[in-house]
C-alpha cells in the first residue's frame, strides 16, 4: 500500500548504455515536457513515481547492469515506493519475450522503436514538430548529436542491428535545425555520434556525405568544437580529413574502433578490412592532420585469437601509438555471427590479455602526455569536483579521456567556458596546468 499518493505523476528515465541511449532519453524527456509532464532524470532524491528504464543489451555486463536496474526498480513498485515501470531501449529490442515471462511484474516492454507507443502509456503524444527538441542532460556546454540510426554493418561479435535496425541517416538540414535549437540554449561543443559515422548519407543521397555534414554544421554560430565519434575504418571517407585540417571548429579529434589488426580475426569478424588496409589508413590520417588525437577500441580474445595473433596486435599498438585506447574481453552474443564459432579463449586468458593491452596504452599514454608538458592549450571547464576546476582539450572526449585538472585554491576558471591552459605536469591519464591570463 502507497502510504503517501502523489497528486501528480512525475516520471523519472534512468539511462543506461551509451551515448546513443542519453541522446534517445533526451528526446523522450523533450517530447513529455511538450506534453506538459513533469519529468527528471535519474533523480535520486525524489524518483517519481513513473519510472522508465532505459536499457543497454549489448555485451553481458550491460546486460546484467539493465537487469538489476529493473529488478531494482521493480522491487520499489512491490514496496509502493512507485506505481509504474516501463522498459524500453536494446535491452528489451532483444529480449522482450524472455523478459516478459522472467520479470512480468513491469508494467510494459517497449523496443528501441517504439517512442510513439512509450509516450502513450505515458498519456503523452508524439509531437512530430519537435524536430531537435530535447532536454539535454549531459552538462550545459556540451551535447551529443545523433547524426543516424542503426547499422549495416556485417560485423560477426555485433548485436546492433538486431537491437537497432538497419542504418538511416537523418537529414543534413534537419541536423542543422537541431544544432542551431542546441547553440541558442547554450551548447559550444558538439559530440557527433551514430552506430558508424563512416555510413552517413549513403541511405538518403547516395554517396558518404559525413564532409557536406560538418561543412553545414561549422557555420552555426556559437558552436566552438564539433568532435567525431564512432567511425566505421572500411570506406571511410577521406575528404572527412580536409575538413579537420581546414576548419578550425572540427576538433583534430577521432573515434575510430579498429577491434583488431591479424588478418584472420579481422577476415572472421567480417570487418571487410586487413592489417596493411588498416595500417595505411592511419599514416593517411596522420599524414593528413598531423595533430590528431586519434581513439580506438579493441576486442581481445575473440575465437580463434592464437597467443601469435594477440602477439602481432601488441606489436601493432606499441607501433600504432594511438593517443587513446580501450580494449575489451571477447563477449559471445547470441544470435550474432560469431556465436557459431567456439568460444575457445579461457576467461582468464582473456582478461589477462586486456591487462597487457591497457598497460602498454598506459605507458604510452605517459609518454605521449609528458610532450604536452609546457605547452598551452585551449579547454573547455566541464566541472569544479573537490579541489580542481576540471576540463578538457580538444583531443579529449568527455568521459572516456584525458582531463586537465586546475588547482581552485590557486586559480579561478569558469565552468561552461574556455580558457587557455599552459600544462605543468601530467600523469597516464591526467593533465595538470593553471590558466593563462589573455
Not at 151 to 167: E, T, V
Not at 195 to 200: A, E, V
Not at 233 to 242: A, R
Request: glycine fraction near 6%.
Amino acid at each position: 500500500m502507497r502510504t503517501k499518493a502523489k497528486k501528480e505523476n512525475k516520471i523519472n528515465v534512468v539511462t543506461l548504455g551509451c551515448s546513443k541511449n542519453v541522446y534517445d532519453s533526451e528526446v523522450l524527456m523533450g517530447q513529455l515536457k511538450a506534453n506538459q509532464k513533469i519529468v527528471v532524470h535519474e533523480d535520486e532524491n525524489d524518483e517519481g513515481n513513473i519510472v522508465v528504464i532505459n536499457t543497454c543489451g549489448f555485451i553481458g555486463d550491460a546486460k546484467e547492469e539493465s537487469i538489476n536496474t529493473i529488478l531494482h526498480y521493480v522491487a520499489k513498485k512491490e514496496e509502493g515506493e512507485v506505481d509504474k515501470v516501463y522498459v524500453t531501449g536494446c535491452l528489451s529490442e532483444r529480449y522482450k519475450p524472455d523478459l516478459q515471462k522472467e520479470i512480468p511484474n513491469v508494467d510494459e516492454y517497449f523496443g528501441t522503436h517504439d517512442l510513439p507507443n512509450l509516450l502513450k502509456v505515458l498519456d503523452a503524444d508524439y509531437k512530430h514538430e519537435l524536430i531537435g527538441e530535447r532536454l539535454t542532460t549531459t552538462p550545459t556546454h556540451y551535447a551529443y548529436l545523433k547524426i543516424a540510426e542503426g547499422c549495416d554493418r556485417p560485423c560477426s561479435f555485433c548485436a546492433i542491428p538486431l537491437m537497432r535496425g538497419k542504418h538511416v541517416s537523418t537529414p543534413i538540414e534537419d541536423l542543422v535545425t537541431e544544432a542551431t535549437k542546441l547553440a541558442k540554449k547554450g551548447i559550444k561543443e558538439l559530440i557527433l555520434i551514430a552506430q558508424d559515422l563512416t555510413y552517413y548519407g549513403l541511405d538518403i543521397y547516395k554517396k558518404r556525405a559525413l564532409a557536406d555534414l560538418l561543412r553545414a554544421l561549422v557555420k552555426i554560430d556559437s558552436i566552438e568544437w564539433i568532435r567525431l565519434h564512432y567511425a566505421f575504418p572500411t570506406g571511410f571517407p577521406l575528404d572527412v580529413l580536409e575538413v579537420i585540417n581546414k576548419e578550425p571548429k572540427v576538433c583534430n579529434y577521432l573515434d575510430i574502433p579498429l577491434q583488431h589488426i591479424n588478418d584472420e580475426v579481422l577476415k572472421s569478424m567480417r570487418r571487410g578490412t586487413s592489417h596493411e588496409k588498416t595500417t595505411n589508413l592511419i599514416a593517411a590520417f596522420r599524414k593528413s592532420v598531423p595533430d590528431m588525437a586519434i581513439r580506438t577500441t579493441l576486442i581481445v580474445g575473440y575465437p580463434g585469437e592464437t597467443e601469435e595473433a594477440f602477439q602481432e596486435l601488441k606489436n601493432w599498438v606499441q607501433e600504432m601509438r594511438f593517443e587513446r585506447l580501450g580494449a575489451f574481453a571477447y563477449s559471445h552474443e547470441e544470435n550474432t555471427h560469431a556465436a557459431n564459432l567456439e568460444d575457445d579463449v579461457p576467461e582468464e586468458v582473456k582478461q589477462q590479455r586486456v591487462n597487457e593491452i591497457m598497460d602498454l596504452q598506459s605507458q604510452i599514454s605517459y609518454n605521449l602526455n609528458q610532450e604536452k608538458v609546457g605547452k598551452t592549450f585551449k579547454c573547455i571547464v566541464d566541472r569544479k569536483d573537490g579541489a580542481y576546476f576540471i576540463g578538457r582539450t580538444e583531443f579529449d572526449s568527455p568521459d572516456v579521456d584525458n582531463e586537465v585538472l586546475i588547482d581552485a585554491a590557486k586559480h579561478y576558471v569558469q565552468v561552461g567556458k574556455f580558457a587557455q591552459i599552459k600544462i605543468t605536469s601530467a600523469t597516464e591519464f591526467d593533465l595538470y596546468g593553471e590558466p593563462i591570463k589573455d
